[in-house]
């Protein structure tokens, strides 16, 4: 657990998800609060236009669910409220269409597994 601690004073251990990498904070990566091959969590802020491109898992399966805003995934719009499932070998892209927060999990958490189309 090497994320840089939040100094206000706390009976809780606090963390900035801004020290973390790309949101990921929990998984088989560093930094990171639980260290675990089973799963992968992160929260996602994109702005408007933030684009990932086009990939799948081997592996993995991966829930995204939108906390706020709208968002396209091969082609398809979705907003606050829809969560999505998507299965090993299915592919998508990624597309802010408005400032977009969402919760992303990943399971297995395997090391790799995300492979550009």
């Known amino acids: 657990m090497s994320a840089t601690q939040n100094p206000k004073a706390s ?12 949101g990921w904070f929990v998984g088989n990566f560093s930094p990171t ?21 086009k ?3 081997k592996v993995g399966t991966e829930i995204t669910a939108i906390v706020s805003g709208r968002v396209k995934m091969s082609g398809e719009e979705f907003g606050a409220g ?10 998508t892209d990624f597309t802010a269409l408005t400032d977009a927060t969402t ?7 395997v090391s790799g597994d995300k492979y550009l189309d």
């Open 11 to 22: 009976q809780f251990e606090c963390h900035r998800l801004e020290h973390f990498t790309k």
């Open 33 to 53: 609060l639980i260290p675990s091959d089973d799963v992968e969590v992160a929260v996602k802020i994109y702005k408007a236009g933030d684009h990932d491109a």
């Open 55 to 57: 990939h799948h898992h």
């Open 82 to 91: 829809d969560v999505i499932k998507i299965l090993p070998g299915q592919s």
């Open 103 to 109: 919760v992303v999990v990943k399971m297995p958490c």
